[in-house]
């Protein structure tokens, strides 16, 4: 609905989905979080020592995962742009988004906008394990981990209260505070946390599960219900910290939730699969281009471009991931093989 509700204006639709939600990139950004701690929490315990070689191998599954796909869209943004199929800005792309740097430290805009949260997963992926790596060297693989996933935490929020700016409107805000990399790496930083609960204290994160989700819905009806400015230094500092705490606690119940079966189970798990792609593709691709070139005429077409806007994304997204991130998957596992037989 962000990326598309401008082609349901004027129709019974608008609004939808009539209530308040918390932002769905923080809720991702805690799942990320948790998804990559166990994966690390499983390297590092492993009997061999987190060895250089293990944090490049680490490196090489991540990347093989999100960088191929990544620059294919990226050319494909400069295309469109380039070209003017879409009325963004030229002259904002640079060898940053090559690097992940465009909103590193300084906002970024004008130009593939939705990037920016990608570039927070690949510092992640960057400053977590090397900060687990040289940690490890001088204590337990458990107080290591715990030692980073508080940094994570910690030093974002510390950041964001030294750039604090009681004169700032909406819209810095939101490229400032919300969407540069230095600013919201402790959102994944929770998602760590609960990887080391998980996997260091299973009986307190299965007893509390319910008494935790209970706590984690209070604190979203908390954050939905308090409505401060963005020039208070909640909205700037404490707002993007109680975000996904809130999500941390909602994350022991819902993990105990075992796959299901039937049409639905189905539709969760392929929407789940080519969910990265829909990501990159469908608001300057797929809304940009409905919007500068097909714009909507009233009630009805609206709900039909909507409908067309929703079969492109899905259709192209699963035809992204069969063809190009799944075979470069099979490589990736392929080549992991082979390193694992001739290791062995």
Known sequence: MGHGSFMLNDTIFDGFPYFRMIDGVDIFFVLSGFLIGNILLKTINEKENFSALKLLRFWKRRWFRTLPNYYLILLANYVVV?????????????FHFITFTQNFKSPSYGFFWESWSLSIEEWF??????????????????????????IMIL?????????????????????TFRKTVICRLDSIGYGLLGGYALHYLPHFWSRLKYYSFLAGVGLILLILNYDAPVTSLYQQTIFFSIVPLSVLLCLPLMESIK???????????????????????NLALVAEVIRD????????????????????????????????????????????????????
């Open 259 to 281: 796959k299901g079966k039937g049409i639905l189970s189905f539709a969760v798990q392929h929407i789940s699969k080519i969910s990265y792609s829909m990501y990159l593709i």
């Open 125 to 150: 992926y960057l400053f977590s394990p090397i900060l687990i790596f040289i940690f490890i060297r001088f204590t337990t693989a458990k107080i290591s981990f715990l030692t980073v996933t508080l």
């Open 155 to 175: 030093l974002p929020l510390v950041y964001r209260y030294f750039i604090y700016d009681p004169n700032i409107d909406h819209f810095w805000w939101d490229v």
């Open 82 to 94: 380039k070209n003017g199929i879409i009325h963004e800005k030229i002259d904002r792309f640079s």
């Open 293 to 344: 070139n097909y714009a909507p005429t009233g009630g009805v077409d609206g709900i039909i471009k909507y409908l067309i806007y929703w079969t492109v994304v899905v259709v192209v997204s699963t035809l992204l991931y069969k063809y190009f991130e799944k075979p470069i998957m099979n490589l990736r596992d392929k080549n992991f093989r082979i390193f694992n037989a001739l290791k062995g």
